[in-house]
């Protein structure tokens, strides 16, 4: 079983998706300003002040029963997590196998050479609109989060293995995501292209959705821990 998850997963644990239009991260920034390389190189410490506030925010939440019922899969199936997803929930709740497409914000670097960064980084309860980033021990350049931002490349062994996994799937999981950056989004149709199933788990219609094997109109966490009972019945 292969697992694609968005912002949706963890909606439930108390993270703002992106693009829910009341709630979503977006409704409140401009996306591109604080989530993109060229955001990041006009005002690093406006992107560095809204990335901490979001380090705090997931790292106060919880995994929910959706996390939980991906991990349980793996006593059953070969499970491969593929998430656009920058939080560690799916790792908290046990999954052993999690290909982070977009980066993960528990992990920081330099911007300038690169090296891994293991310093502290401050707590930060409440949004603040600048915080200046620290500065590399080795080379002085800013250090980043992990990120996938707009305008840059996905990590090409997340993605190796996110493909291996679609491709050698005897069923795909979308869900959570609205289906609408790429190349992730791409994943699911390559599952599609190639004849492997795919189940969309989402409240709302996406473009994934006319394509996909089955739709279920449901949340995360009302979906995924019955999934692997009714699994039978829904491919038939
Ligand atoms: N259960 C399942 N799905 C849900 C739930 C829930 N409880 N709540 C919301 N959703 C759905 C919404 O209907 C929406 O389709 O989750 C989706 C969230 O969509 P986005 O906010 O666009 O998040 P995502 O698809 O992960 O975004 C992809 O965009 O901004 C970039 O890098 C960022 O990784 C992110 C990427």
Known sequence: MTVFSGAGISAESGVPTFRDVETGLWAKVDPYEISSADGWRAHPDRVWAWYLWRHHMMSAVAPNNAHRAVAAWED????????????????RAGSSRVYHVHGSLFE????????????????????????????????????????????????????????????????????????????????????????????????????????????LRESAV???????????????
């Open 76 to 91: 059953y199936a070969d499970v491969h997590v593929i998430t656009q997803n920058v939080d560690n929930l799916h790792e």
């Open 108 to 215: 920081f670097h330099c911007d300038v050479c690169g090296s891994a960064y293991h310093g502290a980084v401050p707590d930060m309860p409440e949004p603040v609109e600048s915080v200046d980033p620290p500065h590399c021990d080795t080379c002085g350049g800013l250090i980043r989060p992990n990120v996938v931002w707009f305008g840059e490349a996905l990590p090409d062994d997340a993605w190796d293995k996110s493909v291996q996994a679609v491709v050698n799937a005897d069923v795909v999981v979308s869900v959570g995501t609205s289906s609408v950056v790429y190349p992730a989004a791409g994943l699911p149709e390559l599952a599609i292209a190639r004849g492997v199933p795919v189940i969309e788990v989402n409240p709302e219609e996406t473009p994934l959705s006319p394509s996909a094997t089955v739709t």
């Open 222 to 236: 009302a979906a995924l821990p019955g999934l692997l009972q009714r699994l039978p019945v829904l491919l038939g």
